[in-house]
């Protein structure tokens, strides 16, 4: 069974910058599409950042210009650096790691806040 592990969340004030990290086991890592997922309060999940196999990444909606996406197939890791962050990232940012299956980590919280 494939298991993804984040880290990185927490408590930062408007402007800040936070990097989560996602773990994933196995040795199939290279091979998984990743991305990251949020979930603010009372909202819909929505996908924030993925990333291919090959290395191709992409941003989706109000992330784009802060957020990005990075992999390190050597650590089996999948990043998320953001930057200038606002009141209205805060929310439980989920990895993904995707091939034939997908495959969920337990979340990390996120509160931008002063």
């Known amino acids: 069974q494939v298991q993804l592990v984040e880290s990185g969340g927490g408590l930062v004030q408007p402007g800040g910058s936070l990097r989560l990290s996602c773990a994933v086991s196995?040795?199939?890592?290279?091979?998984?599409?990743m991305s990251w997922y949020r979930q603010a309060p009372g909202k819909q999940r929505e996908l924030v950042a993925r990333?291919?196999?090959?290395?191709?990444?992409d941003v989706w909606g109000s992330v784009k210009g802060r957020f990005t996406i990075s992999r390190d197939n050597a650590k089996n890791t999948v990043y998320l650096q953001m930057n200038s962050l606002k009141p209205e990232d805060t929310a439980v940012y989920y990895c993904?790691?995707?091939?034939?299956?997908?495959?969920w980590g337990q979340g990390t919280q996120v509160t931008v806040s002063a």
């Open positions: 993904v790691a995707q091939d034939d299956a997908t495959y």
């Open positions: 196995g040795s199939s890592f290279s091979t998984y599409i």
């Open positions: 990333i291919t196999s090959g290395g191709n990444a």
